[in-house]
């Protein structure tokens, strides 16, 4: 996977020596136990313990096509030169990382399921759990110090399963995974650029991409939960931000590899794939100073605090005024940088302005290569993203708006200039209220602008999470306020959008499986659209 010498091993601490291994790593390489003691009753472990031999290699050639981009976790012409090779067979390192990459794809696209292992598993998280055990026994077999002396593979392996389990909704396995990944990193401190001195540019690169897709991670988690998940995978005084950010050159650019005369150099002159991701992590760098203690939790959270610490004083009040204006501008700077952000992106990366005609929907041409396909998964990827946390921004800068209102206080969020499209100049209605709508409207509209030029299987390649995210920017509309007197106009917009939302949702959610289940989705149906986003 890594470079020509075979090198899977990094050994921990960052000042160490680095040891590679030059061939196959068998059963009784490493970690015999303790002399004395009958080994574990574990016996040799293959790829039909997950799936067929065929369904293994047509998973693989999923990942390599329509998830590569989102995880971009292997060097591809070293892997495909391995892969092909049969390396998985003879070396457990390998073996386990196809095996995790099984896992992430079959999650990634749960529909396939019932075409790939339909005899076998009942939905993706059946398949990712066996995969998750097939890796634990490998483990306990070769590797039995992963844990104390975790590797760079170890490592790697870790956040696919995460990612697999997470696309799955199987959360408990997926945040143990993470956490398990994050302390490898931590223990190797790869968060230092001095941990890089002794690494090839392919495995320098790939320990940058899991950085950043364990950042991205964790930025989700403090986001949607009041206690994260897990803890940091870097350190913020010792972490080097600018070398850890991914070189935008394409696999077979990185250095001179045996895969060199893959089908991926038909690609050379293009725009490498990596640029999505590298985009992506822009993105998420636009939200990299809303910490968890400036991001507020729900409501709830505030009360139980409120309580604890007793009632606000008049100083006090004035106090958390005052901060809950800084936090609202802070959040609403973060904002613009994301437009910014989104108006750099190559024309590979970006928007069409046009809308597209109902029989050339989602610019279906680019399904007819790889590479085309790949800068489509990236691009809905990445603009759903930034709405997504537009959205989610939004919700916390209003929630932290209502308390001070209700105390007489007439700063509000709605006060300011958000920034919305500039194709898409919408003048605010008359009121505060008015203006939610106004910001709501602006990023639900933008929404639905990117998935009309997104073909279903580029949304499909994205995994639950974008279901999750399209879900959560449509509810938005179902937020029902009291103090919230919604003309007759916003009420029919709310229920076409919502329509809007159904329909696509009806064309990825696993209850439209079948032609019968989808046809219960109407795209006039604003009551069936509720039902699905609660």
């Known amino acids: 996977m890594f470079s020509e010498r075979g090198a899977m091993h990094i050994s921990n601490g960052a000042a160490a020596a680095r040891s590679t291994q030059s061939g196959p790593t068998t059963t009784h390489d490493?970690?015999?136990?303790?002399s004395g003691l009958l080994p574990l009753p574990i016996g040799s472990l293959t790829v039909e313990h997950l799936v067929p031999r065929h369904t293994f290699k047509a998973l693989i050639a999923e990942f390599l096509t329509r998830v590569y981009p989102l995880l971009p976790l292997v060097h591809v012409p070293d892997f495909t030169f391995r892969f092909e090779a049969g390396d998985y067979d003879r070396d457990p390192r390998f073996f386990r990382l196809c095996i995790a990459?099984?896992?992430v794809t079959m999650a990634s696209i749960p529909r396939q399921v019932e075409t790939y292992a339909c005899h076998l598993y009942q939905n993706a998280g059946e398949l990712v759990e066996r995969a998750a055990h097939v890796v634990l026994t490998c483990r306990l077999s070769s590797d039995m110090s992963w844990q104390q002396k975790p590797t760079v593979n170890?490592?790697?392996?870790?956040v696919m399963l995460s990612?697999?389990?997470?696309?799955?909704?199987?959360?408990?396995?997926g945040w143990a995974y993470a956490s398990e990944a994050t302390h490898a990193f931590r223990g190797l401190e790869l968060y230092r650029r001095e941990a890089y001195t002794d690494m090839t540019m392919v495995e320098s690169e790939l320990c940058k991409r899991a950085f950043w897709l364990m950042y991205i991670m964790q930025i989700h988690d403090r986001l949607s939960h009041i206690t994260p998940h897990t803890s940091p995978c870097y350190e913020p005084m010792r972490t080097d931000w600018d070398f850890m950010l991914p070189i935008e050159i394409s696999d077979s650019d990185l250095e001179p590899s045996r895969g060199s005369n893959s089908d991926a150099d038909i690609y050379h002159d293009c725009r490498p794939a990596i640029s999505g991701f590298i985009a992506l992590i822009k993105v998420f760098l636009c939200v990299a100073e809303v910490s968890c203690q400036q991001v507020p939790g729900p409501k709830t959270a505030n009360a139980l605090s409120t309580n604890v610490n007793g009632p606000h004083t008049s100083s006090a009040l004035q106090s958390e005024v005052r901060s809950s204006i800084r936090r609202r501008e802070t959040l609403l700077n973060v904002?613009?940088?994301l437009q910014k952000v989104l108006e750099e992106l190559p024309d590979e990366l970006s928007l069409p302005s046009n809308h597209p005609s109902s029989d050339s929907a989602g610019t279906e041409e680019e399904d007819k290569s790889v590479i085309g396909h790949q800068y489509a998964v990236m691009r809905v990827n990445i603009h759903v993203t930034s709405l997504y946390l537009q959205s989610t921004l939004l919700d916390i800068c209003l929630g932290s708006a209502a308390e001070p209102l209700e105390h007489g206080n007439t700063a509000s969020v709605t006060d300011?200039?958000?920034?919305?499209?500039?194709?898409?100049?919408?003048?605010s209605t008359t009121g505060s209220h008015g203006t939610l709508w106004d910001l709501r409207e602006n990023i639900v509209s933008e929404l639905l602008h990117v998935?009309?030029?997104s073909t279903t299987k580029a949304l499909e390649s994205n995994g639950l999470s974008i279901i999750v995210k399209i879900r959560e920017i449509a509810a938005s509309l179902l937020v029902e306020d009291d103090n919230y007197n919604t003309t007759n106009n916003v009420e029919d917009k709310s229920q076409y959008y919502i329509s809007q939302f159904a329909d696509i949702?009806?064309?990825?959610?696993?209850l439209s499986r079948t032609k019968q289940e989808s046809s219960v989705m109407n795209r006039d149906s604003a009551q069936a659209g509720r039902d699905i986003l609660r």
Request: proline share 10%; glycine share 4%; hydrophobic share 40%.
């Open 30 to 34: 490493r970690d015999k136990g303790p």
């Open 101 to 103: 990459i099984c896992a």
């Open 154 to 158: 170890d490592m790697l392996v870790s």
């Open 163 to 173: 990612m697999a389990a997470h696309y799955a909704e199987w959360a408990h396995i």
């Open 335 to 337: 904002v613009t940088r």
């Open 416 to 427: 300011k200039t958000f920034p919305g499209s500039p194709n898409d100049p919408r003048p």
């Open 451 to 453: 998935l009309e030029h």
């Open 505 to 510: 949702l009806a064309r990825l959610d696993y």
